[in-house]
Structures are given as C-alpha cells and as structure tokens.
C-alpha cells in the first residue's frame, strides 16, 4: 500500500498562490489514479482535482477550474496542487488520496480512494 504525506501549506493572503506536494512511499503512483480533497472546519471532505495514472486527463470541482492546476511526476513520485488567485473560501486541511478508478463521478467520491496522507493546512486571509 502507498503512504502519502502532504507538504506546503501555509497562510496566505487572498491573491496569492501556494504549490502543494504529495510525496508517496512504498509503491510506484504510477499504479494509482491520485487525487486532492479539502475539508474545512465543520464541514465535509470534497473534492478537489484529480488526475489520470499518467497524467493524461484530469478533472477539477467547480470551485478551482481555472485557478488550480493537478500535476504528477511519476518518477518523483510526487503529485502537486498549483494553486493560485487563492480566495478565503479556499481555507481548509487539503488532503491526497490514491485511487485505482478514474473518472467524473467516482474520481470525486472519497469513499473510492485507498490510502490518505494527513492533509496539511492552507489558511488564507482575506
């Protein structure tokens, strides 16, 4: 099983952009289809972004197309999270995940991804 761990976060100012790492060990993410979450205080996990096994396709929530971008080096074995023009709404834990599906529906249901990292905390003020 691959063992995620997120790195980052930070606080920020409404505006700005922040670059997210999934640094997996333990199994090539070559193998999975990985995603990003976020879950605020008090809230639900929701999707995020979500790219293919090579990279090939992707899928964003509405609330980040256009200003997040998912990208994966598979010989890192890293995934990232550009995000930018980053808005108070976007304060949250963001987590990773690794899956084995891709595709709309079952890429943003969390109930479908294998293993999680611990999320790191982005903070932005407004």
């Known amino acids: 099983q691959v063992q995620l761990v997120e790195i980052g976060g930070g606080l920020v100012q409404a505006g700005d952009s922040l670059n997210l790492s999934c640094v997996a060990s333990?199994?090539?993410?070559?193998?999975?289809?990985m995603g990003w979450f976020r879950q605020a205080s008090g809230k639900e996990r929701e999707f995020v972004a979500v790219?293919?096994?090579?990279?090939?396709?992707?899928y964003y929530a509405d609330s980040v197309e256009g200003r997040f971008t998912i990208s994966r080096d598979n010989a890192k074995n890293t995934v990232y999270l550009q995000m930018n023009s980053l808005k108070h709404e976007d304060t949250a834990v963001y987590y990773c995940g690794a899956t084995n599906v891709f595709g709309g529906t079952w890429s943003r249901d969390p109930l479908q991804y294998k293993s999680w990292g611990r999320g790191t905390q982005v903070s932005v003020s407004s």
């Open positions: 333990g199994r090539n993410i070559s193998n999975y289809v």
């Open positions: 790219i293919a096994w090579y990279g090939d396709a992707t």
